[in-house]
Structure formats: structure tokens, C-alpha cells
């Protein structure tokens, strides 16, 4: 089964988060997407919002979750 995504997310996660696309279920693809969020996607100096990355990974989450 392959995960469900637009051509604009699997871009992203080329450049960024190669391994989201290893995963075998949209359940992995999602929990290491919010890992990478998580480490990543926040920004200084508090880190309660997100980044330009983290914006644009959350998209990408958004993405998979709701087409899968």
C-alpha cells in the first residue's frame, strides 16, 4: 500500500525527511513527519510556534493524514 500525498509534499520530503517516504503504513509516515516536527519545527525563543520549516512539515502532516 503507498502512502497517499500531493507531488508538492513528496517534494518536500525528498529535500528534508527522505525517510518519511521508507515508511509502510501512513501511521509510520506520520510519526516519524512529527518527530522531525517536533526537533525541528519550532522556532526561538520560547519554541511554542512554529518555524518556516515547521510550517511547511505541518502541511505536509496535514497532507498525509487527511488523504490516507
Known sequence: ???IMT???REFLE???PEVLEAKTARD???VLETFIERNGF???DYEWYN???REAQKV???IYLSN
Open 1 to 3: 500500500m503507498s502512502i
Open 7 to 9: 507531488d508538492n509534499s
Open 15 to 17: 529535500k528534508n525527511v
Open 29 to 31: 509516515a506520520l510519526d
Open 43 to 45: 522556532a526561538p525563543p
Open 52 to 54: 518556516e520549516l515547521g
Open 61 to 63: 502532516y496535514d497532507d
